[in-house]
């Protein structure tokens, strides 16, 4: 038996705070067990009611005859931890603090959550909340709905998380609109115990939960979720809607429930690593849901479109193509069989246009016909209200086709309200094409709200073809995500002692950056490639060192304070031999002499010549959340001012290296365009694991920055030109807590 | 009286083709004609028919013995020209051809409207369509429905112009579900007579038409339509949908309507000119509509949120925050004023939390506040479905205080459905807050479908926080569109005459490229600054013409083929002097001999040195559809990757020029960063308007580009680098039709 159990799964339950008034929280909540017929005992509890919606109250827990497995608190907060206590000597193992009140309103909230946490750890409980609208659990077995929703739960197979009370009442009632139902539900409130990641460890191994969806305000521990989630997305899909987007809508969140100003890149990032589907909106989670709550994957992004109007379908098209979508090509066979089923004005085309005279029957037909071809991994199929054809007849043909085959068929049926609402009264005679979902079940008697199970009997609907088109792609994205194979952070051969030495003498005296000397060396150790430091005073030297080098070399003028070079041709570039080397170095002294610059002048440095090299920027910074994030960028002045980056938290994988390059705007580039070869991607991605294992040994480095770092088509030529190292020794001792 | 007004305002009516049989298009028509209460004359036409839906029923449009305004074919294809001449002799001026089967399905029905449209253009006659699904006038003297659409329309001041059938039902029924009302409707299927543009000249002076939505999939005359948006855009808020959008869209676009594939930068460019807003689905389209149609111009972008939730607060403000609006900041009165109102565990802060307890009460007081301050401009209401709060009477509250004042007032109402199905039950008794629309009529009688006027008794409410925020942006938009400065092109003093003889000698020769020099010579007739040709071909010579330029100067090696200069030290830059000069070519001719490449050498090109430059593009490319486009970009490599580009119809106004560099994405760089200064933008900006200005003259340049141009902080340093014209003699005579 999980821990969780005694919250989700009780036998007994006490609702502390149950009220004689209708529309009291305290009223609502014994009214929706009752009303969702619990499969257990319940037990009011109300110092000042003799009895509470037809039953018995008793004037504390401690009076209570049976054991409790769950006590719900819905008392004024002054009143919380005297009823915990209370729980506690009775013994109580599970808590559902519904009341408010707490860290999200002020100080003294704050510092009351702090008492009711430890009172809660002292008696070994399990809590939910507070700050909560409570939680939901339509397994027939249980049937618990102890929420103030205003409307019964739906049975189904999804587990939904939400930080939010108020959008938790929002989503059960969008979700009987969506027609997706639910296995459990957790309002999680302030989460001062449990937390989004017990509820992902409680539905890893949960037969019933095929699915998560989350809405969250802020991450608690977001190590934990990386590590759970990367886990439970290789078997389960997670899409979440994460707000505190914008720094102003995280300052909102901050002032309104606690939460810590989090940056969205690591969201992003931490999303990105996890195969967690990020949806922007609530709207955008449902779409996605219904689709993958009820269809199988697909195999690629190749979608046929079904039409009875041309409008739709060329939106459809828009929406798909521009999002990455590809429109399957038929084969010649396909083609054929298409042309005995489509009107005569119509051709066999992808959209497929049926012309507004399609029955039912012509859409089963081509649907067939279309789910046969091996090159169409999907199908959209459109349906605009025709006069003379019934669109739920429509539907439940395309419905029946689709549950024949393998491959997902979502549906844009224009003014869809109307149709799921006829649906849903007669869909329990259909079957399911979901295998893993359970919706044979019975209402439990006839004076509950009756059952509803939409998923899988009839395909998912949509109302505009830009939403069927969305969902399409989190499904294209997710049998993405399962392919992916699991990999560790390899751990490259460095020096790690050395870097330590360098980093304890920086901390020993007490500075907070590396001098140019230091990083090169750190550099070194880690094996990221620098430039030879190779000075030379006089022109003779400057010939043997360059010979050293190799020819050709690059001489730069090494000037005491920092100048623009070219401005007086302080940069000599493809010096092929020892004469063009003492040339370039007389030249360049005379030049400085013409400007007067010469107590500026130091001598020169020597690169070797760098040829097809492109600029890019790789980074780490801390961040007081996740922790450091990796970042990648192109390089150069313009690229900067379009922030063309991206962020992964560390370590990263080789895979994620690898993506974060694919996933900059700038990735053309460094592939090579206009006939240029393409940089070493192979060692670029190196050095981002190099990049993320110092990062990663060295997790006090606040801020790190290679900036440019020079990537060539060879290895042996490319090389970080600058970098700086500015660690944060307060992180020292926050780490190591 | 307009000549649209025998069509949309018809005193009498004939349906050639009306059938006996409900389901059919003929049977259909009729019945909403009769259902809506047409204000005037109906005439069933069937020579199978003795009559139809209790009406007599006519052999023959010349058996009715009245004059008739309007004819209604719904005919087969093949009696529709026969129907035309009759018609023709009976005189009817207006024509609505709901037949289908003409150039949208092959080459046949192509020929067949071909004569259908001279047969029209002969009588004299206008004509909605072929392939419509009909028109509406819901104006209560007339109450035209001649749709087959199942649902009656609501009346309301909007103007709808649909290029799709099939979309045009849809809309219909979504302008009932989102409770946005019509003037008129306009299916213009075809378009082979009337078109989009006639409809807007009809509605510009038209006082029941407040705004027009278009869905769109081809441009028919997209000059005339810039012309004819610019000025309508100025009064009323034009929005639209054109979809066909990515180049797979566009195909299926051509396939199915016979509409042209058209470039989208094309479509984006002309409605961004003419201050037309567009909408990327249907739905955005309701979500715009619904706001402008209903509520005043917000002066600027900075917004109050109002919530009970915090969760949905957040979601508003990165909304709001990521798509351009500010948060506003409230006066020391404001915060005073709301802390008597808001529960003491709230602060007044921006979103404004009123909490799960907030009545309608509480939220009619602190709007009020809200909408006194004077830094706020518009206010978003938020309301979650608390359980004893009953969101109507928020959302009739919230309603009242809106309406007295001359802001905007948006609300995000989850469960939004059903506050409004309850609302339009009662709506009738409230007073309006949008002074244009007439909504106090009664419905004609008890049978008719009772009359729904939702537009100004209640604020718009959305589903979602991003739809309201998507619509507050899109007022903003076009309270921005609203406040344009009307502008006509410059036309800039040039010497028009040489361009001409260049282009008639390139023209004679049978040429469609210029030479250098031609390029040289017309850039310089169009004052578009070009470097000086300045060849030499011994050091001395170069040291006398360096002298004439001026120094600095840059000296590059000029060699018969193209070779990348920097690889040999072609380049020299920044040559102070005689000497500098001297010295620069001969050690570059000494480089270029140990390279073997003597032969290649022909003398050097010198320019002035240029600092502080910024590349950029600029380019004119000639769009079957749009005609000349101008398109300006960033430079470089990278930037070109990334296609960081904008194009805009040409002529261009000095205004559009402007926006065009500050819409890339590079423009902060333009501007300068890293204390870099600006460049000249508004040198750039007349660079920008020659090129139109050239264009513009010499329609018949295919393609011009101009890359790269070198902007720089003066005017006098700034030049095209490199450029190139090619022209397309075909245009000549396309054009001169």
Request: charged residues 20%; proline residues 6%.
């Amino acid at each position: 038996m999980h821990q969780l159990d005694t919250i989700f799964r009780p036998r007994s339950i006490a609702i502390i705070g149950a009220s004689q008034f209708p529309g009291k929280i305290g009223w609502e909540i014994v009214h929706n067990i009752i009303k969702y017929e619990f499969q257990g005992k319940l037990f009011p509890v109300n110092p000042r009611a003799d009895f509470v919606h037809s039953m018995k109250c008793y004037r504390s827990v401690v009076d209570i005859p049976d054991h409790i497995d769950l006590a719900i608190l819905s008392v004024p907060r002054s009143e919380v931890l005297a009823a915990v206590d209370e729980c506690g000597k009775k013994g109580i193992p599970g808590l559902v603090v519904i009341t408010a009140g707490f860290k999200e309103v002020n100080q003294e909230g704050a510092a009351l959550e702090k008492q009711l946490v430890e009172k809660v750890r002292y008696y070994g409980m399990r809590m939910v909340g507070p700050n909560c609208m409570g939680i939901i659990n339509t397994d027939p077995a249980i049937r618990l709905d102890a929420t103030f929703a205003p409307e019964l739960p739906v049975r189904g197979s999804v587990g939904f998380i939400s930080q939010s009370g108020a959008l938790g009442v929002t989503i059960l009632s969008l979700s009987r609109e969506r027609h997706l139902g639910f296995s459990m539900f957790a309002s999680i409130g302030n989460k001062s115990n449990l937390s989004s990641n017990d509820l992902l460890e409680y539905w890893e191994e949960d037969p019933d939960t095929q699915m998560v969806l989350l809405y969250l305000e802020n991450f608690g521990n977001p190590r934990k979720f990386t590590q759970l989630a990367r886990r439970f997305t290789r078997n389960k899909p997670v899409l979440a809607v994460k707000s505190g987007r914008t720094g102003a809508g995280a300052k909102a969140a901050s002032s309104h429930t606690g939460a810590l100003v989090t940056l969205d890149v690591g969201t992003d990032a931490i999303f990105e690593q996890c195969g967690v589907l990020r949806a922007n909106t609530i709207d955008e989670l449902f779409d996605y849901a219904t689709a993958l709550s009820s269809q199988p994957l697909p195999a690629d992004n190749r979608v046929a479109i079904l039409t009875n109007a041309g409008g739709p379908g060329i939106m459809a098209t828009d929406a798909g193509v521009s999002s990455g979508l590809q429109l399957a090509e038929y084969t010649s066979g396909t083609r054929e069989a298409l042309r005995k089923i489509i009107p005569p004005e119509s051709n066999p085309n992808n959209p497929l246009d049926l012309l507004a005279g399609a029955t039912p029957d012509h859409y089963e037909k081509a649907l067939d016909v279309l789910l046969q071809d091996p090159g169409v991994s999907a199908v959209l199929v459109i349906s605009v209200p025709p006069i003379m054809v019934d669109p739920v007849k429509v539907a439940t043909a395309v419905s029946r086709v689709a549950s024949r085959f393998s491959k997902p068929v979502l549906g844009c049926f224009m003014g869809v309200q109307d149709i799921l609402r006829t649906i849903q009264q007669t869909s329990q005679s259909f079957s399911c094409n979901a295998g893993h979902i359970r919706n044979n079940e019975k209402p439990a008697s006839k004076t509950a709200d009756p059952e509803l199970h939409f998923q899988g009997s009839v395909i998912p609907l949509y109302a505009f073809p830009e939403s069927a088109v969305r969902a399409l792609n989190g499904m294209v994205r997710y049998a993405q995500i399962r392919r992916r194979t699991y990999e560790e952070p390899i751990r490259f051969p460095v020096n790690k002692t050395d870097t330590e030495n360098i980093f304890r003498k920086v901390h020993t005296e007490e500075r907070s950056v590396l001098t140019q000397r230091e990083v090169h060396d750190v550099l070194v150790a880690y094996g990221i490639p620098v430039p030879l430091i190779c000075i030379a005073k006089s022109p003779e030297e400057a010939a043997v060192k360059a010979r050293e080098i190799g020819f050709p070399v690059v001489m730069k003028a090494l000037m005491k304070t920092r100048q623009h070079k070219s401005d007086f041709g302080g940069v000599a570039i493809d010096l092929r031999n020892t004469d063009e080397v003492l040339d370039a170095y007389r030249h360049m002294e005379s030049r400085i002499a013409d400007r007067d610059l010469t107590h500026e002048f130091e001598g020169v440095y020597l690169q070797p010549m760098v040829r097809g090299g492109k600029e890019v920027i790789l980074g780490v910074s801390y961040d007081n959340t996740f922790g450091s994030l990796l970042m990648f960028g192109m390089g150069g002045i313009y690229v900067e001012t379009m922030k063309d980056t991206i962020f992964r938290t560390i370590p990263i994988t080789n895979q994620d290296a690898r993506q974060m390059i694919e996933s900059v705007k700038g990735y053309p580039v460094l592939k090579g365009v206009r006939g240029e070869p393409s940089v070493d991607l192979s060692f670029l991605a190196e050095i981002l694991q190099r990049c993320s294992q110092l990062a990663s040994d060295f997790y006090f480095i606040r801020e790190m920055e290679i900036n440019p770092f020079v990537i060539t088509p060879e290895q042996n030529t490319s090389l970080a030109v600058d970098a700086r190292i500015y660690p944060d020794w307060s992180l020292l001792e926050k780490e190591s807590v």
